[in-house]
């Protein structure tokens, strides 16, 4: 029996989120059987770099640990990302994290950049974060160097708050500088309204 068979009973029905659709991709539960697809892509060290939790080099045993965790509590949701084909092409998720309010975070893989995909799934995500889930307002971060997760939080009216230092495990613990932007209820509504990319389907 591996570690995936012994644990993965134990997650609730009730803590798995809903599959959210948008125009191009999925975002669904993590399953079991995503390890071998999430490993070459989370495992990619520019990947890695950009994120605060996730090691490096990434094992297999890593995905596991991972994926048998995903969804047990109902504070901590996690998606995988897939185009509609199926093709796991990257992950985020929202929940505690740093700050006063629920934190989005997210990652695809290197040959999956460029296509807007961030950018599209971030906004079902907090959607569904607003919607489903009621909160009132959501963090976001990205390291300094990272202006490309940058922009997608802005694209969905994230606004900058300030800067902290952030450890990050791929790099031993080293804290680097980052960047922290707020995103409130009501400026979430309002951009909705006028952003004509990325229409949210709730289908
Ligand atoms: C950051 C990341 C999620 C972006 O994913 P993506 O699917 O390529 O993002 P998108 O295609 O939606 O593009 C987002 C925006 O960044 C812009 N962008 C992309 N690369 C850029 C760069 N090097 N410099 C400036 N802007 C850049 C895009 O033009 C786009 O802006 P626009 O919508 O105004 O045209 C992806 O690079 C990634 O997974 N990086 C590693 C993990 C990570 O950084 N996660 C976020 C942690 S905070």
């Keep these: ?7 993965a009973p134990a997650i609730l029905p009730e803590n798995r989120p809903p599959v959210l ?12 059987d995503d390890a071998p697809a999430l490993v070459p892509l ?15 080099p990434y094992s297999l045993k890593d995905a596991e640990t991972f994926l048998a965790s995903a969804n047990r509590n109902d504070e901590q949701v996690s998606f995988v990302v897939t185009l509609h084909d199926g093709t796991l092409v990257g ?15 997210y990652w695809y893989g290197v040959p999956h ?24 307002a959501l963090e976001g971060g990205a390291r300094v160097t990272n202006p490309a997760s940058r922009r997608v939080l802005e694209n969905c009216g994230y606004v900058w708050t300030g800067v902290i230092l952030l450890p990050v495990r791929a790099l031993g613990g080293v804290s680097v500088p980052a960047d922290r932007f707020r995103l409130d209820r009501e400026r979430w ?5 006028t952003s004509a990319r990325y229409p949210i389907n709730r289908s």
């Design 1 to 7: 029996m591996t570690l995936l068979d012994r644990i």
């Design 21 to 32: 659709k948008t125009e191009r991709l999925v975002l669904r539960a993590p399953r079991l």
């Design 42 to 56: 989370i495992g990619d060290r520019r990947v890695a770099e950009n994120l605060s939790r996730v090691p490096h």
């Design 91 to 105: 992950g985020c998720g929202v929940g505690p994290f740093m700050g006063e309010h629920p934190e989005i975070g």
């Design 113 to 136: 950049w460029g296509r807007g995909y961030a950018t599209e799934a971030a906004r079902a995500l907090i959607d569904y974060a607003f919607n489903d889930r009621g909160y009132e």
């Design 189 to 193: 509504l309002a951009h909705v309204e």
